[in-house]
C-alpha cells in the first residue's frame, strides 16, 4: 500500500553511521490540510531523495516516493515525479526488495504515461507485473494490472486495457477490496466508452457510484473520478445535460479535496460543452479556474488554457 501519510525527515550521526529518521506530521489525516505539507516542502523531499540515494540510503528513497504518491497525483510536476521515480526504482532494486521495486515500478509508470512515454511505461509494468507474479502477492498485482490497464488506455488499445482492468476487478472481488472494486469497474467502464459500448459502461459507472456510496468513510477523489468518468460516456453519447449534471458533480466531490488535478478533467469537459453552446461567459469563467489550477499544480496544460483564456478575453482588452 502507498504510505498515506506525510513524512518528516532528519539525517543524523549515530556511531559514525548515517540515519534517517521518520515522523509522522501532525493533521496529515485531513485533506486538504496534510496535502499541504507536501505542497510546501515537495521540493525538500526531492533534495531530500536525492542525498539519501547518493548515500545508498535506499530503503529512505523508494518509501518517500511511495509516501509522496498522492501529492504527485494530485498536483502533476512530471519532471520531478519522473527523477523522483527513477531514483525509487533503482534503489529498490539495489536493496533486492522484490516487492518494494514491484510496486514503485508500477507507480513509475505514470509519471512516464503523463509525459508521453508509453512504451517505456509500458516495459516498467510489465516488469512490475512479472515481479508481483513471482512474489503471489494478490493485492500488488491487482495494482500492477490497474497501471497496465491505464498504459492501453493512453494507446487507445481499449481492447487490452480492459482485459487488464477486468483482471484486477476479479482479483480485488476474491480478495474482497470493496474500493478496488469500484476502481476497477470504473476503469473498465472507461475502457468499454472507448469500445463504443456506451451503455455497459454506464452500468460499470452506476455499479462504482454504489459501491463508493456505501464506504463508512466518504472518498470524493474515487466519487469525483467516477462520476467523471459517467459525465464523459454521456458527452460520448450526445446526451450533454446528463454530462453536465455528472461534471458538475464531479467538480461538487472534487472541492472536498481542495484545488486539485482531481477537478481539471470534469471542469475541461464543462468548458468544452460551454463552448460548444456558444456560452461564452461561462466558458470564461471555467477557464479561468483551469489556468489558476493547472499552474499551481505545475502542469503543462497551464500553457494550452492560457492560449485559450487570452482568445476568450481578446476583445475586453
Known sequence: MVHQQALSLNVAQDGGRDRMAFEEVAG???????????VKWHGSLLEVMREAYARELDNAVWRIFEAMWPFYTDHSFLQAWSEAGRMAVASAN????????????????????????LVAAREN???????ARAAEDDVLLAATLDQAGH?????KNHGR???????SLAINERIGDRRGIALQTQFAGRALVG???????????????????????????????IAFSMGAAHYEA?????????????VAAGENLGETMVLAEPLALLATIAKEAGDKATETGIVRRLVDLHRRAGSEDAAHWRARLDELTADDD
Open 151 to 155: 498504459c492501453w488506455l493512453a494507446a
Open 125 to 131: 509494468v510489465a516488469r512490475a507485473i512479472d515481479l
Open 28 to 38: 496529515t489525516e485531513r485533506i486538504p490540510a496534510g496535502m499541504a505539507w507536501f
Open 94 to 117: 539495489r536493496c533486492g526488495d522484490t516487492r518494494a521495486e514491484a510496486r514503485v515500478l508500477s507507480l513509475y509508470s505514470r509519471p512516464l504515461r503523463l509525459s508521453g512515454k
Open 161 to 167: 486495457a480492459l482485459e487488464d482492468f477486468q483482471r
Open 238 to 250: 450526445g446526451r450533454r445535460d446528463e454530462a453536465v449534471a455528472c461534471a458538475t458533480e464531479s
Open 195 to 225: 469500445l463504443g459500448r456506451i451503455d455497459e459502461a454506464v452500468e460499470a459507472f452506476e455499479r462504482a457510484r454504489g459501491l463508493v456510496a456505501s464506504f463508512e468513510k466518504p472518498d470524493h477523489r474515487t466519487a469525483s473520478k
